[in-house]
């Protein structure tokens, strides 16, 4: 088993930034890809970020490109979520996830492609 815990969230303007973090403890040594998802009050859960095993390759949803940045620290078991210039429609919950499969240098952006989830960690961005 795996389990993951996020941090980071919070409110914050419109233009601001927060930074999330995800730490995962338990079985880790088979944890390869991670992302980060959201969901809005009343929608369903959409992808934002993802990041290959290695931490080289790196996908995003076009609402967040360029404004968002995905790492990953294979020492810390932890991943990050750097968001800048944030906007009223980023508010959600956000919530990190793991697979443990991996093929080449992939990475993946469909909640069905992962295997474990975080509580997720609340972020509000006001106008």
């Known amino acids: 088993q795996v389990q993951l815990v996020e941090f980071g969230g919070g409110s914050v303007q419109a233009g601001g ?7 995962a403890s338990g079985r880790t ?5 991670m992302g980060w998802f959201r969901q809005a009050p009343g929608k369903e859960r959409e992808f934002v970020a993802a990041i290959n095993w290695s931490g080289g390759i790196t996908g995003y949803a076009d609402s967040v490109k360029d404004r968002f940045a995905i790492s990953r620290d294979h020492a810390q078991n932890t ?23 991996a093929y080449g240098e992939s990475w993946y952006r469909e909640v069905s492609e992962y295997d474990y989830w975080g509580q997720g960690t609340r972020v509000t961005v006001s106008s």
């Open 79 to 101: 991943i990050f979520l750097q968001m800048n210039n944030l906007k009223p429609e980023d508010t959600a919950v956000y919530s990190c996830a793991a697979r443990t499969r």
């Open 17 to 23: 930034s927060l930074s999330l973090s995800c730490a």
């Open 29 to 33: 040594g088979g944890i390869l890809p």
